[in-house]
Each structure stands twice: as C-alpha cells, then as structure tokens.
C-alpha cells in the first residue's frame, strides 16, 4: 500500500502541472501529462474516483458529492438542528449552481485521468485500458443518470473542442455498456503480466474480478431501464451465460490512506475527525433523517447501533425530520453517525458494495430476468449488509415474522417483493452508497412513505439536479432545456 500511495503522490504532482482550472480540462487543456504512464496514472485516476463519489468539491472542500445529495433526496441523511448545512438540498432548491462540482470534477479529474489511460500510445497496457474503459463507464453513467443528455462523443478532444455537443443520454448508456463489454474482450485477450497488482488500488491487479464489477455494473444499468419498453432480454442473457458471474464482495478503493491532512479517507474527511480528532463540521450536522431511524427501530434492527451513536444529550438514538431546525434538536441532542460507517480515517472507500450486487441481483431474479433464488439472493444481501456495517444476528433478523418489509416469505404473501428489496438496499447503503439509493427511490418510488421535508419548494422528491453554472457560460448554444425546476420535470431517458 505504501508503494500505492508513492504513486498517486508522484502522479498528482504530475498531473497538477497539465491541468487546468476550466471545468472541463479533458477539452480546454493544451498540455498532457506525457512524462505519465497508465501504471503511474491509474492509482491517482481511481483516488479521483473515490473523491467524485464522497467529495468531489475539492476546491473548496464542502463535501458536496454524489452520495451526499443521493442520501438527503433518498430520505436518509438530515441536518441537525441547530446546524444549517444543508437546508438548500432538503428544501429541494435545485440551482444551476446546486452541486455543480459533482459535473465538472467528474470530467476534470476522474474522466480526464482515465482517458489519459486509454489512449495512451504504447503496448503492453491492455488491462490498463480495460479498467479505464470500466471506470469510465462507471462515471459517464452516474452523470447520465444525473443530468440526462452530457457530452461523450465530444467530450474528449481536448483543446480541439471545448464546446463539446450534447449526445442523447440513452445513446450514451448504449454506448458505455457496449465499452464495458470491450473492456471485458480485452481482459480475456490482454497477455499475462500486463499489470501490476501494486498499481490498482482498487482490486489489486485480480482482472478477474473487474470483469465481474464490469458484469455488475452492466445489470445495474440494465435494471435502471426496467420500466422502458426497451427490449433487453438478449442482455440480461448474456450476463449470465457468459460465465463471467456478478462481485461478491465490497469493489473499494484505497490508495494509501492515512490519518494525515489531505490523505484520509474521504468518507471519514468529510464525517469524521480532523487528522487531529476534532469532529469535523459535516459530523456535527450530519443526522439520520428521522424516518429512517425509526424504521430501524420499529424493526428492531440491530444495524441501528452501527449506523449510529447515541445522542450526548441523554443517550438515546434519535434522528431528526429534514429540514426542520429546532434547539430541541441540536446536534447533541441528536445521533452522530456510528462505529459501522467512521472505521477510521484509513478505511476502504466503497465504490460498490457486496450487498448491492446481491440485491441487484435479487431483483433481476424475481422479474425473472435472470436466473437465480430472488429469496436466498435477498437474505444473502441482507447478511452481507449486515458484515459490512459489523452488526450481527442477520438471520434472526430477517425470520421475524412482523414486518413484510423484511420478512421475505410475508413479502411474497403481500406482493411485496420489489419493495423488500429496495428498502433493504436502502438501509444497506443509504449512508455508503447513497446516489444508488436515490436513484432506486426516483426507479421505483421505494422506500414508500418517506416524507415530503417541511417547507420543501416542490411536492415532488428530486430526480436530476440542473446543468451546471459554468456549462451555460462556456458551452451554451449546446446545453439542453431541462424544464421546470419546481416540478422537478427533467428526466433522464429510464425514468419516463
């Protein structure tokens, strides 16, 4: 690991001089980093990765981030009450403005880096490419799922275009499944040896296992268009008949974290402790939505005392209604985030959880998509969930016969089996993973019941944010209408 992060330092520095401030660097940079190689760039490109989804705001290091805004709009992230950290995003205020860091540091670091990778002219770098083909992919989909149509045809001609056009967002989800399946072909025919298991942070060389992430990632984006009238049955038969199977355990990141400024864990920089142990301000704001706690406790589930501490107040685990800002409900006096999620400032950093692709799974199943036991698929997410998050009695759990949100044969009974599935996704990555959630809640309209915030500007729950401030500035003859931002009527191909 010390050798991982070597690199990443070395290749920053190197980027740092090629890069430059415009939001779209993989466009407006004349420069490369041609003294680079793919092994020295991939390290630094997969840390870019872990920042987009955790705190892609670099510049000013507000934690704005994928996850972030997935956890508030899915229900499960709340700000404390004597806080204001996130009033805008719990009152669905979507600005040109909102988040926009998220859109132009996908591009300027984490797509820039991998570009970098797969073309760089020399041989002996098959897989290299291919994990950048897997990667890129894996960020050009969060950003169509986001904002709809985005530049990809485009988007990386560097100096030769910087006011890329817009391509359509389902011809770009065709387009980046078909580069995965690449991707997969070169890993089969890269020749033995072609990269060190010290240059990938991610999975540590095993090219196996990026083409089960690459197979995950192609039935996640499968199951997104579950409610178009696309036929897609001839892909759902691929990915099980070629063999190549789906990630069992947790896809993460780590470049060599370490309880030093600027090199912690993300996740951990953002909610946990300064390298000097003060609580960071995002770990005094950061609150479970109130509906969220109390669905863990209403179903006794022991999850709850890993996702969360007691409040310093008087001990009991509370969460707080979003967007509701009381002295009742100062931050201690509400529930800090817990053991299962702040391991340490040197913790992994999820990329894609264990427990996702079994309930992916398990949901493709029952839809009768794939084969496989959707019921032994469930219970084996939920147990995974459980690991992850280091609670225990999984089993006991989910035999209790009271809730048929969790209980699978009483999900059965009631038809309730979508449901089941999405709202234990929820609770397993609604913290970790939390644009997956937001995006199951925007697919299927699960978990049911969750409020509606106080003062919210729409009756509607948010289904993209808006293209970005600096996008209208440089690139505007080309950016699509988006609608009414109060209707929230902007939607990406798979949600209409």
């Known amino acids: 690991m010390k050798n991982i992060k070597n690199i990443v330092l070395l290749t920053l520095l190197t980027l740092s001089f090629s890069c430059s401030d415009n939001y779209l660097d993989v466009n407006g940079s004349s420069t490369s980093p041609s003294s680079s190689t793919p092994d020295l760039v991939l390290p630094a490109a997969q840390k870019n990765s872990a920042d987009m989804l955790y705190d892609a705001d670099k510049l000013n290091a507000s934690g704005d981030s994928f996850n972030r805004i997935g ?4 229900g499960v992230l709340a700000d404390a009450g004597d806080r204001v950290w996130y009033q805008p995003e719990q009152q669905y205020l979507i600005l040109n403005s909102t988040y926009s860091r998220i859109w132009e540091n996908t591009y300027t670091l984490a797509l820039f880096t991998y570009n970098f990778i797969e073309t760089f002219e020399a041989d002996g770098y098959d897989n290299y490419k291919a994990i950048a083909k897997i990667m890129k992919a894996f960020h050009i989909a969060m950003l169509v799922d986001t904002y709809g149509d985005i530049p990809y045809s485009e988007a990386f001609g560097r100096g030769n275009n910087t006011q890329p056009a817009y391509d359509d967002d389902k011809a770009v989800y065709d387009a980046i499944y078909e580069e995965l399946n690449t991707a997969i072909s070169m890993i089969d025919n890269a020749p033995a040896g072609t990269l060190a298991a010290s240059t990938d942070a991610m999975l540590g060389g095993d090219m196996e296992e990026w083409k089960k992430f690459a197979n995950t990632l192609k039935l996640r984006m499968l199951l997104r268009q579950v409610n178009t009238a696309v036929d897609l049955s001839s892909q759902y038969s691929e990915l099980t008949s070629n063999g190549i199977g789906f990630v069992d355990t947790t896809v993460s990141v780590n470049p060599g974290y370490a309880n030093q400024a600027n090199q912690q864990n993300p996740f951990y920089t953002i909610f946990g402790l300064t390298p000097g142990g003060t609580p960071t301000n995002n770990n005094q704001a950061a609150r ?8 863990l406790r209403d179903n006794n589930d022991p999850r ?18 979003q967007n509701v800002y009381t002295n009742a409900l100062r931050a201690d006096a509400t529930s800090a985030l817990g053991p299962g999620l702040l391991v340490s400032s040197t913790q992994d950093l999820q990329v894609m959880l264990g427990s996702e692709s079994l309930f992916l799974q398990a949901e493709a199943a029952f839809r009768g998509l794939i084969s496989g036991d959707p019921a032994a698929l469930y219970r084996a997410g939920i147990a995974a969930s459980f690991s992850e998050l280091g609670a225990t009695g999984a089993d006991v759990y989910e035999s209790a016969a009271f809730s048929n949100k969790i209980n699978w044969d009483l999900a059965a009974a009631a038809g309730n089996e979508i449901e089941a599935i999405i709202t234990q996704k ?7 993973s939390g644009f997956e959630v937001w995006m199951d809640r925007v697919r299927t309209g699960f978990p ?15 289904s993209n944010l808006l293209y970005p401030t600096s996008e209208l500035a440089t690139n505007s003859a080309n950016v699509p209408e988006q609608g009414d931002n109060a209707a929230f009527d902007r939607h990406t191909f798979w949600m209409q």
């Open 71 to 74: 956890s508030i709009h899915a």
């Open 288 to 295: 479970g939505n109130e509906f969220f706690v109390e669905f």
């Open 304 to 321: 709850l005392t890993q996702l969360f501490v007691p409040a310093a107040s008087d001990g009991e685990i509370r969460g707080i209604p």
């Open 426 to 432: 929820w609770i397993a990555g609604g913290f970790i």
């Open 448 to 462: 049911s019941g969750i409020p509606i915030p106080t003062g919210a500007f729409s009756p509607v729950f948010p």
